[in-house]
């Protein structure tokens, strides 16, 4: 049996990058054979920066909710939140020491925020936090780990860290592989197709899932273009592209059939109908998420046995760690 394991941060309202990066996603690998899916809300990993108490209490009830909106059965897979494990707190300040802080330092994102602000302004919890992804991951067995392509090199770490120790206590650790979407491990923003969408960047450059149809259409109506006018996917037309994945991935046709239904239109028509479609999928979902997340009894059901469940092989997991390196 196949193992896939995967989180998603409550650090903002989920966007349609969200959406089709990952939770899309989630609920597609359920119809997998032979797999078995282990899903978290990654509230540890939230707290790097900071966070409204209120706030991340409730978007940690709005993902869980979001998650069976887009279909994740979790009759099927097991849901649960990461700060209720305790094992994964436990196994994050082990697998410190089989780290460095030269590997650390390399990551591109503690990288790309101290170039920006200075290093010593950083929080030790933005600098470690690839060691606690890395025990999401390990505590479960996980053989595959879906992530953007941004991720990678968090993955890379996480099998470093693994075969070192697997190296001096004998194995212990599977050694997981990144697996990526085809088309879309990595949305862009609206307003900038080199940046992934972010809820961290301006209003316009992101669409909400639970936006209103009327700023949807108003969002990709300024989405940016290039100057030539043509429908086409392309290297050198990063923002059509993007918008031409995001068409392919709501209206569920491949990219070349758009190409051609558009061949003849310029960006403002391709844009409109591409808001009017992103705008009419999202208003079902809509629907239904309000209803599931009306039931808060429902939910913290769910995350009780998801928790259970995933506590079970975290204990373990953690059991063995501490025989092996001699703790009680």
């Given at each position: 049996?196949?193992?896939?394991?995967?989180?998603?941060?409550?650090?903002?309202?989920?966007t349609?990058?969200?959406?089709?990066?990952?939770?899309?996603?989630?609920?597609?690998?359920?119809?997998?054979?032979?797999?078995e899916?282990f899903?978290?809300?990654?509230?540890?990993?939230?707290i790097?920066?900071?966070?409204?108490?209120?706030?991340l209490k409730?978007?940690?009830l709005?993902?869980?909710?979001?998650?069976?909106?887009?279909?994740?059965?979790?009759n099927?897979s097991?849901?649960?939140v990461?700060?209720?494990?305790?094992?994964?707190?436990?196994?994050?300040?082990?697998l410190?020491?089989?780290?460095?802080?030269?590997?650390?330092?390399?990551?591109?994102?503690?990288?790309?925020?101290?170039?920006?602000?200075?290093?010593?302004?950083?929080?030790?919890?933005?600098f470690?936090?690839?060691?606690?992804?890395?025990?999401?991951?390990?505590?479960?067995?996980?053989?595959?780990?879906?992530?953007?392509?941004?991720?990678?090199?968090?993955?890379e770490?996480?099998?470093?860290?693994?075969?070192?120790?697997?190296?001096?206590?004998?194995?212990?650790?599977?050694?997981?592989?990144?697996?990526?979407?085809?088309?879309?491990?990595?949305?862009m923003?609206?307003n900038?197709?080199?940046?992934?969408?972010?809820?961290?960047?301006?209003?316009?450059?992101y669409?909400?899932?639970?936006?209103?149809?009327?700023?949807?259409?108003?969002?990709?109506?300024?989405?940016?273009?290039?100057?030539?006018n043509?429908?086409?996917?392309?290297?050198?037309?990063?923002?059509?592209?993007?918008?031409?994945?995001?068409?392919?991935?709501?209206?569920?046709?491949?990219?070349?059939?758009?190409?051609?239904?558009?061949?003849?239109?310029?960006?403002?028509?391709?844009?409109?109908e591409?808001?009017e479609?992103?705008?009419?999928?999202?208003?079902?979902l809509?629907?239904?998420?309000?209803?599931?997340?009306?039931?808060?009894?429902?939910?913290?059901?769910?995350?009780?046995?998801?928790?259970?469940?995933?506590?079970?092989?975290a204990?373990?997991?953690?059991?063995?760690?501490?025989?092996?390196?001699?703790?009680l």
């Amino acid at each position: 049996m196949k193992r896939i394991v995967s989180g998603i941060k409550p650090s903002g309202d989920p966007t349609i990058g969200n959406y089709l990066g990952a939770m899309k996603r989630w609920a597609d690998n359920q119809h997998i054979e032979g797999c078995e899916n282990f899903f978290f809300i990654a509230n540890l990993h939230a707290i790097t920066t900071k966070q409204d108490p209120s706030l991340l209490k409730k978007r940690t009830l709005d993902i869980v909710a979001w998650l069976i909106t887009v279909g994740v059965d979790p009759n099927r897979s097991v849901i649960f939140v990461q700060s209720m494990i305790p094992a994964h707190s436990e196994i994050c300040w082990i697998l410190n020491n089989y780290v460095t802080m030269g590997e650390l330092g390399k990551m591109t994102q503690y990288k790309d925020k101290s170039l920006k602000s200075g290093k010593e302004g950083q929080l030790a919890g933005l600098f470690d936090y690839p060691v606690l992804m890395a025990g999401d991951v390990l505590l479960y067995d996980a053989d595959e780990i879906p992530v953007g392509f941004d991720q990678v090199q968090h993955v890379e770490l996480c099998r470093t860290i693994a075969q070192r120790f697997n190296n001096q206590h004998g194995d212990t650790f599977k050694i997981p592989k990144a697996t990526f979407s085809k088309t879309s491990a990595k949305i862009m923003s609206l307003n900038n197709a080199t940046e992934k969408m972010s809820k961290s960047d301006v209003k316009d450059s992101y669409v909400l899932l639970e936006d209103s149809a009327d700023d949807i259409l108003k969002k990709f109506k300024k989405a940016v273009t290039d100057s030539d006018n043509k429908v086409a996917f392309a290297n050198d037309k990063p923002e059509l592209s993007n918008l031409l994945t995001i068409y392919s991935e709501f209206s569920g046709k491949p990219v070349s059939e758009i190409e051609s239904e558009h061949k003849d239109s310029g960006y403002g028509k391709f844009k409109t109908e591409l808001g009017e479609l992103v705008a009419e999928k999202l208003t079902a979902l809509q629907n239904t998420y309000s209803d599931i997340r009306s039931n808060e009894e429902r939910l913290m059901n769910i995350i009780t046995e998801g928790n259970s469940n995933a506590a079970v092989i975290a204990n373990e997991k953690i059991s063995v760690l501490k025989d092996k390196i001699g703790l009680l």
